[in-house]
Every structure is written in structure tokens, then in C-alpha cells.
């Protein structure tokens, strides 16, 4: 089996600072397999602990990488910009953009601030949608590209994360349009949704809370990585799809409908009549999650009614 490596391509990764996170272990297999890196990260406040690019890139060149840190926000079409510009200056081009960076609030529908629901728009959604489109260029211009965007087992549809399941749904259907457009142009564009003990986790969850628990216990960031590596190499056989990634586990997550019911003079009544009919073929749920206790928002705990 041939090593899988990245030598002469330069990958970006965003909100890639920090320990523990997912970012940071895809800069460091990245680099660690030849790419030049440019980590990238604002220094969230919203996590505990620091959240520093340098730190990373210090990390990686310790270890005989080469990488360079970038401050700038993906919230903003001028700092996605300047992101993409920091790879041209250190190495001249972008092969590899890892669209990472993201926020959360764990707070109930009705209760999640307006500006909260803004910043994570602008944050998970609107930052990849601005990295991608300054890289595409680029991309566009070598006939080469590789993206690969993080969205989350959230976009299912889980209690307390509405906003936050919203922009990365929307970042899944962002994937599959990209990859559409980007086909004929040599530009795969694929997503992740991964399960990982990181610094969200530990910033939305109490401690004693079995997800805090099973995801330190079961759930390393590294583990990770080497999907989102394989996505990101030239090799990679695919294009627009989406991965579960979690403890060793990687699964295709995709689309599907049932075959339904035909009714050109459907009504009201024959669509009640025959509802056993549009459900059947439907495989159960696996990803409702209903029971939450012991689920913690920022304020005070989630008590299930």
C-alpha cells in the first residue's frame, strides 16, 4: 500500500488553533504528509482554553513541517480574502482548503439571540461559501482543487442547536453544488460531518454530561483526520459526497426518497388514505435524538418537558 502524501500542495485550514480540535489534527496530518499549511484562526474566545494559529504552527514546524498562521475571520468576504492570500504570499498557490472553522450556542429556539443566530451564520455558513469562492479561482486556473467542508450530525436535527443545524445543512447542500460546478474543472468538493472530544464539546457541555463523557472516552480528534486527508489528496475517487466520521467509523451519508404514491387527482382525503403508502421503504430514524438529559446550555441545564 503506497503512502498517501501531499508533498508540493498547500492546504488552508481554518479554525485550526486550538487542543483539543478537529482543525488542528487535520493541519498536522496535512503537514506531517508534505503539505504546506496555512493555519488558519481568530483565537475564539468561545471555547475554553487558547486558540491560537502560531501555536499550531509551531507544532507542526517542531516537527519538521512547514506551515504559517493567518488571524483573519471567515466571516467576511475581506477576511476569506486574506486568507487565501496568506497561502499565495508564503507558498504561492492553494490546492487544499479544509473549510472548518465554527461556532455554537446551545439555546433553545426561542430563546438563541438574534446576533447569535447571525454569528453562526456568518460564521459556519457564510464562511465557507467566502473561502471557497476567493480559492476557486485559483483552483479554477491550476485545473485543480481540493475542499473539503465540516458540517455536522446537527443538520438531522437535534434539540437546542436550530441555528447551528440550519448553516450546516446548509453548508451539505453548498457541497453538492460546488462539486456539480467544480467537476469539469478538476475541483472535488466533499464534506465531512465528524464526532470528536474538542473544545466545543468541552465549552457546551458540563463535564459529568454523558456526551461530555463518551466523547472523551470514545471520540479522539485524531481518529479523525484520515478521512478528511484522503478527501483533501488527489487520489480521492469522489466527488459532492458526505461522511459520518467518529471513533474509527467512516460511513457515506446521503440522500434518499421512498417510491411514494402516483395520484393525478390526488385530494386531501387520498393523500391521508394512503400516507402508509408515502412512508413505506423508510428506514427508522437513527439520528432523532429525543432524550437530552443531562444536556447543558451555557446558562442553566436543558430540563426535557
Known amino acids: 500500500m503506497k503512502e498517501l502524501r501531499f508533498d508540493g500542495r498547500t492546504a488552508i485550514v481554518t479554525g485550526a488553533g486550538g487542543n483539543p480540535s478537529l482543525g488542528r489534527v487535520y493541519a498536522m ?9 496555512v493555519v488558519n484562526d481568530i483565537g475564539s474566545k468561545h471555547a475554553p482554553g487558547a486558540a491560537t494559529a502560531q501555536g499550531v504552527v509551531d507544532e507542526i514546524v517542531a516537527l ?4 504559517v498562521a493567518d488571524t483573519h475571520s471567515v466571516a467576511t468576504e475581506a477576511g476569506a480574502n486574506a486568507i487565501i492570500q496568506t497561502a499565495l504570499d508564503a507558498f504561492g498557490g492553494v490546492d487544499i482548503l479544509v473549510n472548518n472553522a465554527g461556532i455554537i450556542f446551545n439555546t433553545a429556539f426561542d430563546e ?14 457564510m464562511g465557507p461559501i467566502w473561502t471557497s469562492r476567493a480559492a476557486w479561482p485559483h483552483m479554477k486556473k491550476a485545473g485543480y482543487g481540493r475542499i473539503v467542508n465540516i458540517v455536522s450530525g446537527s443538520m438531522y436535527g437535534f434539540a437546542l442547536q436550530a441555528a447551528y443545524a440550519a448553516s450546516k445543512g446548509g453548508v451539505y447542500s453548498l457541497t453538492r453544488a460546488m462539486a456539480t460546478e467544480g467537476k469539469r474543472l478538476g475541483i472535488k468538493v466533499n464534506s465531512v460531518a465528524p464526532g470528536a472530544f474538542t473544545r466545543m464539546v468541552i465549552g457546551s457541555q458540563e463535564e459529568d454530561c454523558r456526551t461530555y463523557q463518551g466523547t472523551k472516552a470514545h471520540m479522539p480528534a485524531e481518529v479523525v483526520s484520515p478521512a478528511v486527508a484522503f478527501l483533501a489528496h488527489e487520489d480521492c475517487p469522489v466527488n459532492g459526497e458526505c461522511f459520518d466520521v467518529m471513533a474509527g467509523h467512516v460511513r457515506r451519508i446521503y440522500m434518499a426518497q421512498t417510491p411514494g404514491i402516483s395520484v ?11 400516507w402508509d403508502e408515502v412512508m413505506a421503504g423508510t428506514s427508522p430514524d437513527i439520528f432523532l435524538v429525543t432524550d437530552f438529559d443531562g444536556f447543558q446550555r451555557h446558562d442553566k441545564p436543558y430540563k426535557p418537558s
Do not use: C, F, H, Y
Open 29 to 37: 496530518l496535512l503537514a506531517a504528509r508534505g503539505a504546506n499549511v
Open 64 to 67: 519538521g513541517g512547514k506551515a
Open 264 to 274: 393525478p387527482d390526488i385530494t386531501i382525503e387520498k393523500v391521508a388514505a394512503r
Open 112 to 125: 438563541i439571540s438574534s446576533t447569535d443566530i447571525q454569528r453562526t451564520m456568518d460564521v459556519n455558513l
